[in-house]
């Protein structure tokens, strides 16, 4: 029985606890946080022990789940790292690229296991196409959000766009070529909404637009392949796939279409979402990779390459933005 120290318990934190709860490989030992309001409300609602000082929690537990802001993840994951500690941490990795490098060398030197908590990996909506043949070559991404404090303490790059960098990066298979990208602070000091344009060397391009005060959610992508167009809904848990009939493929509909090479069958596919707890089986999976001995669906390697695009695309608007 792996035991488990959450670091964190607002919001997200809350979920955390209720799906450990539910794996049976996994016992929450306890947990830290310095809010004594929330801390109060765990104790009553959870039934858990409130440990006083991350130090006394760390050396209790097998892994860190660690959910507290985002400027709190190096010092708790180098505390967890050196006391050969497992680590789960949510996205993004750390807060500067200076604190993921020394992140990533950290994990590579011990013999811990580290995942981030990239969570849209686990959607049911990507788990329906994610065992396909995937290479796309557009892609295009529209994740937004209505207005909401929690999480404004980074830019809407690493708040909500760097969702979709992981999951992109994971689908193609190349290097970065060029980044173009703009942004907008409106609500807060950090860009709210960006539109950017990421190229791949093997000419991939991926359109991503990002907002976190829109009157609307949604959270949508678009691929596009030399045989099909697959659309993923990750905010309703739905996806679609239209491309060229085949003889032995079992479509939900199909229609014929005239083109300049004669009449085509196109097949209009809907694909079984599994019903799954996207939150519990990324715990699970990083559960598995401990006992297995197994890489983890989200490496720290995987964490550190989203947060670098990110940062150059923060980096790219900061450039535009000076120079207007």
Known sequence: MLKVGVFGTGHLGKFHLNNWKEIKSAKVVGFYDPDDAIANDVIEKYQIERYPNPESLIATCDIADIIAPTNFHFELCEKAIRQGKHIFVEKPLANTMHEARELVKLVKESKIKLQVGHVERFNPAFLAVASMSLYPMFIEVHRLAQFNPRGTEVSVILDLMIHDIDIILSIV???????????????????????????FNNGCVANLTSSRISMKKMRKMRLFQKDAYIG????????????????SEEDNFSFDLDTINGKKTIS??????????AIKLELEKFCESIIDDTIPVVSELDGYRAMDIAHQILQKIKHNTINT
């Open 268 to 277: 209009i596919i809907q694909p079984q979402v599994p019903e799954v707890n």
């Open 232 to 247: 993923i809904d990750f905010l309703n848990k739905k996806t679609e796939i239209i491309k060229l009939k085949t003889s």
């Open 173 to 199: 298979k190349s290097e970065v070529k060029n980044i173009a990208a703009s942004g907008v602070a409106v609500m807060t000091e950090t860009p709210d909404i960006a539109n950017v344009r990421i190229e």
